[in-house]
């Protein structure tokens, strides 16, 4: 099986990882990072890139498209290239998906219209002025078109195509193996579990959300 | 803040993205990811390669260590190099952690002799024989050595620790930014949950488990 992930300058590295680490344990499965170009792509942190194996052009088709979110998002739904080849990759796969902000770039591409579908909460009425319907669950599909929302939940997404691709009982081992037994220390990974003061609190970060 | 994430051939990307994600929000932070040799070090999967942008000898200190893990800790176990080095760095950090069987090297570096440390649920004999005491939590501290559990869990120390160096309301900023509200479609995510068979079931992965 073909995963496809194409990657961008300012791309969330969490968004690609946490889909990756979950269907490379699948059988048969060949993953490929692609990007515009082959070579070094750097994530929304200076400190870290990921070396794309294979440009854009090159890929044909895929049977897992996974588009990760992050602040490069912005200039993926303008770029009409990447956003044709969305569309022609999307004509081939067995799911297309998206992490975060991710969404935004399938909406681009025309993909949501009129469908439900989720986005990383900060930006949820850039991804309805886009055409889709935002529905507020972590994880959203359409037939073959799969939305997860912010960042960490592309490892609930990825655990939810996983049984759907090879079984049950696989997506269960692949659980184990990396050991997702989430136990975070508080309760505010929402917007309405956070409350106001902590949503306030994010945009005085050093990095304001731009997801 | 100096964050550094040393990386070795045969690293799990998720055990070093999961803190990444995190502490890369924190104010007044640096990441670096550190390597034998700058450039590219490839994953434990063919597709995937991060640019390390420094030499491990290039680095004198940090004020948090994060080791990964994945099927490269055997060989960093026995490279004296990287074991030396482990030994320096962490005679300069605030906080000395591990991701999944990351604690395999700190331990091999004599960081945990006795010790109450954790790591991936199929390396506890591993770490016991090197000499620390297996604590079967999902993060465990002794002082300023912080361990966790398998590959996921990352996320879960590190807002443990974002919590302790820049406040609890800071620390649900990033769980709040990361929008980590998990959801596993399954609790198979521990070897008590996912039972015998599911265990078994990772055995006859095409990628059997090396944590």
Known sequence: MDIVIPI?????????IGPYEVLRLLP?????FAA???GLVHADNPALAFDATAALSEIDSADVLVIPGGGGTRAAMKDEAMLEWVRRIHATTRYTTSVCTGSLVL???????????????????????????????????????????????????????AAQIAG???????????EYDPQPPFDAGSPSKAGPRIIALTGELDEPVAA
Not at 8 to 16: E, K, S
Not at 116 to 139: D, I, M, N, P
Not at 168 to 178: C, F, N, P, S, T
């Open 168 to 178: 049950e009982d696989r997506a269960k081992a692949v659980q184990l193996i990396i």
């Open 28 to 32: 048969d499965t060949k993953i490929t």
């Open 107 to 161: 909406a681009a591409a025309g993909l949501l219209d009129g469908l439900e579908a989720t986005t990383h909460w900060a930006q949820v009425a850039l991804l309805e002025s886009l055409g889709a319907k935002y529905t507020e669950q972590r994880v959203v599909q359409q037939g073959k078109i799969v939305t997860a929302a912010g960042v960490s939940s592309g490892i609930d997404m990825a655990l939810t195509l």
């Open 36 to 38: 515009a170009a082959a």
């Open 8 to 16: 961008f300058p300012n791309f969330t590295a969490l968004d690609a």
